[in-house]
Structure formats: C-alpha cells, structure tokens
C-alpha cells in the first residue's frame, strides 16, 4: 500500500537515511491526517516506528517547526507523561530534508498505545483531560516567545474570517449554492463572535490540535500517555486545547458522523473531561476560567469556517476523498458549534465549580 507516489520501496529507502538498525521494515499508510503523509512503519509484527512526510506547503518552517518540538521535549519530562523519542538521520540532524521527496521525520512508536477517533467512555474523557493539563503543567516553564509560529494566525478568528470572504468572492456559484445554508450560518456566528477579545489571557506554550486521537492512551493500563502531533505547538491561549478538545470529547459522533442527528453534546462526557483537567489542580489562571468555555463553540466554528472556505476553494488546504467531504465536516462542525452555543451557561457553571483558579 502507497500513499501517492511513496510505495514501500521509497519509503523504506527514506527511512534507511535515517539512524535505525539495518534490517527488514514493513510500511503501512496511517490515513487518518488531513495535513502530512503518515507511514507507520514495523519489523515484522511489531511496530517500531512513525514516519512521516512533513506538509511543506502547509508548514513552510520546517526547521522552526522541529525546533518547537525539540523544545517542548525537553520539558514534556514526569513519570506521568510519556516521552516521544525523535530518531535523527544518520548525519544527526532532526529531519531529512530530501531534493526530491521533501521533508521527512521518524519518531519512536509508542508500544501498546492506541488512539480514538471519538467515545462514549467517561473514564477515556477523564484522562484525557489529565493529560491535557499534565502537557500544560510541564509546558509552563517554557517560554512561547521561544517557539516559532508554525501556522500565523493559526486560531485567529479575524483572519479565518478574512480567507473565508475571500474564498467566497472567487468561488464558483455551484459550489456557493451547495454550501448557502452554511455561509448563512457562518456570516450570523461571525457577528455573533468577532468581538470577542482574548488581550487579558496569558499566551502559553499551546498544542493547538488537540482533537481526541491526537492522544495516545494505554492498551494495558487504559491511562493517557502523551500528545502526539506537534507541528502546530506553538503560543497560543489555553481555550484553544480547551476547545478542540471539548468538540470531539462531548460529541461521540466526531467531526465525520454520517448524519446530523449524531452529532450532540453530551453533558458526562464533559463534565468528566474537566474533572480529569481538576486531577492536576489549579494551574489556570482567574481570567482565563472566566473565558475557557468560549474555546467549546469558538474552535468548532473555526475548524468549520475553514472547512467551509477550502471547499469554496476547491478544496486545496485538506486532503478529501469524495467532492462534498469539507462541506460535510463544516456541517458538523457547524452543529457542533451551534450544540455548544446553547450549553454556554451550563459549561460556565460546571467550569466554575469544578476548576480552582491558581490566584
Ligand atoms: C488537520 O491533519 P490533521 O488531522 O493532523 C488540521 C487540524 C484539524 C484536523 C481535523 C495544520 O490536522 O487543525 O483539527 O485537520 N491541521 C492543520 O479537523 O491544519
Ligand atoms: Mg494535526
């Protein structure tokens, strides 16, 4: 199996660059991402390694983009989190950087670990909230002015706004007509959230991505291990973490769910992903407990403008497999958004009562 042009006798080579022992690889596609070309990569049953084709469009600095996360591991340190080990080239650098082939990177494949793609499990919800919080513990001591934005103004609703009133001028009337239900609801919840303004919050060393299956979790113990995914670390503010994790977490039916109907908020899984983040104290600060639950409607939103503008786009930003694919995703996401809307007071009081603030 290949991802494009990379069949396994290319990967394999790619991967023989890199500082692992000689011997007998297998390459699996792990299809999953939107963004980069995922291989995971085992001897014999067993799998070894994670290989991957760094998006150079999407990301065009690569080495800041390495460099963040080298930063990050040197902090991601504790008996409660699991560590990632980057595996460097044969010349010793962090990443290959090929002529032909790209950007590529290898790290370590976490044993036993799995990832979900959504639950219905509280205790699954729980620890992923102790994991959130364990990574932002350990990421307070870093400074974010340290760390090179990967994706400017990755979480910027004004700038979202801007591309999708591009994206709308140029696109195409069948495409416009297909999505009108959509771009109504996006002008309403743009009015409705663009004067929001984050100037007191703290910037913190942020993953920015942190959708449920970008956790690993134990297959033995049923603990969460450690975050994966690290291309969008950088500044940013906690109801960002907050957020994208609460618009999987709360709603079983993902960003892909076949219908409508599916997509809900569920008030348990909610609740048991803020006391999993209580586990680790207070660690937030007064104001930014009083603004987390904008972070539950804020980056479904977002995620879903984006969506909705890369299929005004023809869809050039994510990889999509039938030609209604991003219209879908910003429909549920958009759903999503408008279920966390209405639990606005509910997350404000559960926030509240189970969140002690650290001054
Ligand atoms: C993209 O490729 P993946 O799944 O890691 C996107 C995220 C979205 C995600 C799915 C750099 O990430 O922001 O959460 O799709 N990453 C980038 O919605 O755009
Ligand atoms: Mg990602």
Redesign the pocket.
């Known amino acids: 199996m290949a991802i494009g042009k990379y069949t396994s006798p290319i990967v394999n080579k790619l991967l023989a660059r890199f500082d692992v022992p000689e011997t007998d690889y297998h390459s699996e596609p792990l299809t ?5 070309d995922t291989f995971l990569i085992s001897q014999g049953t067993i799998p070894r390694y994670i290989l991957q084709r760094i ?1 150079h469009k ?2 065009p600095n690569v080495r800041g983009l390495m460099g963040n996360i080298q930063r990050a591991f040197e902090h991601l340190r504790s008996d409660r989190y699991t560590q990632i080990a980057l595996v460097p080239t044969k010349e010793g650098a962090a990443f290959l950087e090929d002529s032909v082939h790209g950007f590529w990177r290898v790290m370590s494949y976490i044993p036993n670990s799995i990832a979900y793609n959504t639950t219905n499990d509280l205790a699954i919800a729980r620890e992923a909230g102790r994991v959130i919080a364990e990574f932002h513990m350990l990421l307070a001591n870093s400074n974010p002015a340290d760390y090179v934005d990967t ?1 400017p103004h ?1 979480h910027d609703l004004a700038h979202r706004k801007t591309q999708f009133l591009d994206a709308l001028a140029a696109a195409n009337k069948k495409r416009i007509h297909a999505a009108k239900e959509a771009i109504a609801f996006a002008h309403k919840t743009l009015e409705k959230l663009s004067p929001i303004s984050f100037e007191k919050l703290p910037l913190r060393v942020c993953h ?2 942190t ?1 449920l ?2 956790l690993l979790f134990s297959q033995k113990t049923h603990k969460a291990l450690c975050l994966i ?1 690290l ?2 670390l950088m500044k940013g503010y906690f109801l960002y973490d907050f957020g ?1 994790a609460v618009r999987i977490i709360s709603n079983p039916g993902g ?1 892909d769910a076949p219908d409508l109907a599916k997509i809900t908020f569920e008030r348990p899984l909610f609740e048991a992903f803020i006391d999993g983040l209580a586990l680790n104290g207070a660690f937030l600060h007064q104001n930014e407990l009083e603004t987390l639950r904008i972070g539950a409607f804020l980056m479904p939103f977002i ?1 879903g403008l ?2 909705l503008s890369d299929y005004l786009n023809n869809d050039q ?3 999509v497999t039938y030609e209604l694919q991003n219209l879908d ?1 910003c429909q549920r ?1 958009f759903h999503f958004t408008e279920k966390a809307l209405q639990e606005e007071a509910y997350m404000r009081k559960m926030i509240v009562e189970k969140l002690i603030p650290i001054d």
């Open positions: 999953q991402g939107l963004i980069n998006n999407v990301f994706i990755f920015n991505d959708k299956n970008n995914d291309d969008t994208d960003e995620h984006r969506a930003y994510y990889k995703r996401l």
